[in-house]
């Protein structure tokens, strides 16, 4: 099956600073990713469209200049926390499309990323 | 407009019972649903989808969902809990295609005692 890696799985930094987080799709080309922030006990909120090649599509109240991504290749696409602060620490999740199977529909999620901003 | 609610935050069962996520959703377009599993510190996988075909479908691990468009509904079933069932579980609609949006309800904790 497809495979989304995501690294670090637990980032621990401390304030101002600022993390990237990677999400590669191991064996499958993903044009489109998708970037999500899980709060405790709480749903998915979606962040950011990450198009390759292409600026990313921010959702409503998501900051781009404070979460910036990239993806600049067919597998890989960064969310950077610039400046993080702790109210910046989070549960971040991305997932993929898999560009040979799109009308499948099915999104395949990385493990995720544990931010703890001190 | 696009929502999802699934009706319980938290489900309780013995193991060896059935297990019954409820999920209801509502959509300006014949929806795709998708039901995901989240184990603790984990990302998500899909147990399985709707997309026009067949109402009921069958996943992975036993599972099982209905979509019933008179009821607006799209619940998880599955005959027996097993232990390794104990996780949060999502249901999801997809805006008009199943490349559309994704749309995702709050979860719903699964428990199963021994």
């Known amino acids: 099956g497809a495979v989304v890696s995501q690294h670090p799985s637990r980032v621990i930094c401390k304030s101002g600073t600022s993390v990237k987080i990677e999400c590669r799709s191991l064996d499958f080309q993903a044009t489109t990713m998708f970037w999500y922030r899980q709060f405790p006990k709480q749903s998915l909120m979606l962040m950011a469209t990450s198009n390759e090649g292409s600026k990313a599509t921010y959702e409503q109240g998501v900051e781009k200049d404070k979460f910036l991504i990239n993806h600049a290749s067919l597998t890989l696409s960064t969310l950077t926390v610039t400046s993080a602060h702790p109210e910046d620490s989070s549960f971040y999740i991305c997932?993929?499309?898999?560009?040979?199977?799109?009308?499948?529909?099915?999104?395949?999620f990385g493990e995720g990323s544990r931010l703890t901003v001190l | 407009a696009q929502s999802v609610t699934q009706l319980d935050s938290h489900v309780s069962v013995s193991e060896g019972t059935p297990v019954l996520l409820r999920c209801n959703y509502s959509s300006s377009y014949s929806p795709s649903l998708f039901w995901y599993v989240q184990h603790p510190n984990k990302g998500l996988q899909l147990l399985l989808k709707?997309?026009?075909?067949?109402?009921l479908v069958k996943g992975i691990n036993g599972f099982e969902a209905e979509f019933k468009k008179s009821e607006t509904s799209f619940h998880l079933t599955k005959p027996s809990a097993h232990m390794s069932d104990a996780a949060e579980y999502f249901c999801v609609v997809s805006e008009g295609s199943t490349l559309g949006r994704l749309y995702f309800g709050r979860g719903t904790q699964l428990t199963v005692w021994p």
């Open positions: 997932s993929a499309r898999d560009t040979r199977r799109l009308h499948t529909g099915e999104l395949f």
């Open positions: 709707y997309t026009s075909a067949a109402t």
